[in-house]
């Protein structure tokens, strides 16, 4: 439900028992399941195309489940500061299942965070 996207302090912990430079938080975000959450931009108007992923419920018995695109807000921060250097969420098309939606957003994070940190 948090919107805001800030490190905890277990976060904090895990990253400096890990030793680690920077920390990435991310969070899917479904509007539908808590609709008093602001949304960061408006969905597009092609957000939906079906799924036959065969964890719908209906998925594949009374036919194509519609699925939205996939939100996924992410922040990146540097360690022990409380400003991002990357704040955004992104919108991953709608495939035949949430895993392929997922990775292929995750993916594109991933791509966004390399050519971040490498810039500083």
Do not use: W
Not at 1 to 7: E, I, S, Y
Not at 64 to 82: G, N
Not at 90 to 109: K, Q, T
């Amino acid at each position: 439900m948090q919107r805001d996207l800030r490190p905890t302090r277990q976060n904090l912990d895990v990253a400096q028992d890990k030793e680690c430079d920077y920390t990435l938080l991310t969070q899917i975000v479904d509007t539908r399941a808590h609709p008093g959450i602001p949304q960061a931009t408006q969905p597009h108007d092609s957000a939906t195309s079906p799924s036959y992923d065969a964890s719908d419920p209906m998925g594949g018995q009374s036919g194509p489940v519609y699925r939205e695109e996939l939100e996924i807000a992410f922040a990146l921060f540097r360690h022990f500061h409380d400003d991002p250097i990357v704040d955004t969420t992104i919108f991953e098309r709608a495939s035949g299942n949430v895993s392929d939606s997922f990775l292929a957003g995750m993916d594109r994070i991933a791509n966004r965070v390399s050519s971040k940190v490498k810039k500083k």
